[in-house]
């Protein structure tokens, strides 16, 4: 019509655009548009007058169809631009939580803490929203189904951030919907219309959100300095993230399809029609199809279940189900732009790849690492590159090459002299649990075996700040807490220190022996080890060892002083919620409660400090080290 009837300017613009659009269509203009308007092309039919349903003619719309299409065509760019605007809201939100996590962290690695106490309103909120679980006072305990574990819990600030991120998207996908005069040529009918709105904004939202997927699910995310958030954090939020995507593109899908199956030839016709003519003859769409499949396959094997009890045969599906999918559904939105997206999320992928590349290489790629097995965990001896250090409460994966190469486990790192290091981790199933079967059944023997050290890893408590620290360990968090414990003895602070390690068996003493021994002749660090499922040597116990042998005798095994400054209690444990709060009532100033353990240990500690939040002379605040890498 605009070819027909417009000024001289604004038809060669028609033209251009009208010829693109049957090149396109595979159907190329004949001639030149000069050749058209010297040919009088009067072979259409006024829509105005025809009345059958299929028009036999080209037809030139009526004035009013031409303006319903300009409206519809200017709704549909008025939907994608806000669209567009509401990701960036949703990526600002992110920003928000970001700088207000921000400005905690420098509270507490810059503000001195002696002598402060928080203002009662920050307390209340601490206590009852940025401590606690969400609910049922466990966090780290998994919720369990006929004692198989299927689900966590998040900290309670933690899912009010998800439910507001879900209210937001929800809020995005149908608010502002502008309704045009129908009939149009664009959408056919508002039903339509409103399906495609919702459709393109369902998927404008889940290509803002990606880089962002990404970044929150890596190793090396810039983030976690600046934060304060530990990878579970991020990981976290990585998973609902996805969980938020896979129900848009679901919702994009679903009304797309709605669209075609009621406009054209397609209207009531049968679904095989349908979906050969609009999904297997249409390489964009059967794509976006397959996207969506994989996605719903990626979320369904990345639930608690498969991570945890499967981890191995989680990592290399997720792997190569992200890698697919991220692969399509780069072609099927290829040919309508966004791709700045993609190249986004490619890049920190990338990055993060290269600098777990550069952290094995910084820590020297031709490390041998010594195995030796005390109890339940493995320890591997390394001594890696000059310059290569890391704080206390950091951790590093490693990789065995002897074992899956590929795959890399997380071990807590104990310094010892020399520049030595030892990375300890529990033995479970997988490569944990090869590596300690593999020494145990050499009687004990230590091996060697050749590794990469990707690490040191995540952020080191600022707890020399203050006054009061209570250092609670159970089983194999020895490892982590002692880490505190050595250097915060090295530093020689006036503080009070008090630790408190629950462990099963006497044999386990033995992890960190040159540890507590090197903590106990300080005097400075209160000790207080407790062995919960033995007997004491002058009892009746079920290990042979501890009741043949006295109390000094135990002492020197364990190369401890002839005077230990501490007392091991047997067949018993601490009432941790007690001690947590006669700890924070009894302070003088600012206490730092930090755990590392098993998660009930952890849930415990977690809710009687919330509990005690204000109940003594200065701030309280707790710091867990938990790391949970499925």
């Known amino acids: 019509m605009c070819v027909d009837l417009c000024k001289e300017s604004q038809q060669a613009t028609a033209w251009k655009s009208f010829s693109q659009s049957c090149q396109k269509a595979g159907e190329p203009l004949n001639g030149t548009y000069e050749l ?125 951030a998800v439910f507001m991120l879900f209210t937001l998207d929800i809020i995005f996908l149908f608010v502002d919907m502008w309704v045009t005069v129908t009939p149009n040529a664009v959408y056919y009918t508002n039903d339509i219309m409103t399906a495609r709105n919702i459709g393109d904004r369902a998927a404008i939202l889940t290509l803002s959100q990606l880089p962002v997927l990404f970044l929150f699910g890596g190793r090396n995310n810039v983030l976690m300095f600046y934060t304060g958030w530990s990878f579970d954090t991020f990981n976290f939020f990585h998973k609902w993230l996805g969980r938020i995507i896979l129900m848009n593109m679901s919702i994009h899908g679903w009304t797309f399809t709605h669209v075609y199956r009621n406009i054209g030839n397609y209207t009531g016709a049968s679904a095989y029609n349908y979906w050969k003519a609009n999904v297997l003859d249409i390489r964009e769409n059967y794509l976006g199809i397959v996207a969506l499949v994989m996605l719903g396959m990626i979320i369904i094997t990345s639930v608690y279940l498969v991570r945890h009890h499967w981890y191995e045969f989680f990592l290399l599906l997720h792997i190569s189900l992200v890698a697919a999918f991220f692969g399509i559904a780069w072609h099927h939105v290829r040919p309508n732009g966004y791709m700045e997206y993609f190249y986004t999320a490619l890049a920190i992928w990338c990055f993060d790849r290269l600098i777990r590349i550069c952290r094995i290489i910084a820590a020297n790629p031709l490390n041998k690492a010594q195995l030796s097995v005390k109890g339940e965990a493995t320890y591997l001896t390394i001594k890696p590159a000059h310059g290569w250090k890391a704080k206390p409460g950091q951790y590093a994966f490693i990789y065995v090459l002897r074992h899956n190469f590929w795959e890399s486990h997380p071990f807590s790192i104990v310094e010892t002299c020399n520049g030595h290091y030892v990375f300890v981790a529990k033995a479970h199933s997988g490569l944990t649990g090869k590596l300690h079967k593999s020494v145990s059944d050499e009687n004990g023997k230590s091996g060697s075996v050749r590794v990469w050290i990707e690490g040191p890893y995540g952020d080191s408590f600022p707890i020399a700040r203050y006054e009061t620290v209570l250092l609670i360990a159970g089983g194999i968090g020895i490892t982590a807490i002692m880490s505190y414990a050595l250097d915060l003895k090295r530093r020689e602070t006036n503080q009070h220190v008090i ?94 409660v930090v755990t590392c353990g098993p998660g009930n240990l952890m849930d415990a500690c977690r809710t009687a400090t919330a509990e005690n939040v204000g109940a003594g002379k200065g701030r309280v605040d707790y710091f867990e080290d938990a790391f949970s890498w499925a």
């Open 499 to 592: 630790l408190y390690w629950m462990v099963r068996d006497g044999e386990s003493l033995g992890w960190v022996q040159e540890q507590l021994q090197e903590v106990s002749q300080s005097g400075q660090i209160e000790l207080n080890v407790f062995v919960t499922g033995e007997s004491g040597p002058d009892k009746a116990s079920n290990s042979e060892m501890l009741s043949t042998q006295s109390a000094s005798e135990l002492s020197e095994k364990l190369h401890y002083s002839d005077e230990p400054r501490y007392e091991i209690k047997y067949n018993q444990r601490p009432d941790l919620s007690s001690v947590i709060a006669s700890t924070v009532k009894c302070a003088e100033g600012s206490v730092a």
């Open 36 to 160: 058209f308007l010297r040919s009088g092309y009067t072979n259409y039919a006024d829509q105005a007058n025809v009345t059958q349903t299929v028009a036999t003619k080209a037809v030139k719309p009526t004035r009013q169809l031409t303006l319903n299409n300009l409206a519809a065509r200017g709704e549909k760019n008025h939907n994608i631009l806000w669209a567009e605007y509401y990701g960036n809201i949703i990526n600002a939100y992110w920003a928000f939580l970001l700088v207000i996590s921000f400005g905690r962290l420098v509270t507490l690695k810059m503000y001195p803490r002696q002598g402060v106490k928080a203002y009662s309103w920050l307390n209340t909120f601490r206590k009852y929203i940025t401590l606690p679980a969400a609910f049922g006072g466990k966090h780290i305990t998994s919720i369990k189904w006929r004692n198989v574990g299927i689900a966590s819990v998040p900290i309670r600030w933690q899912l009010v």
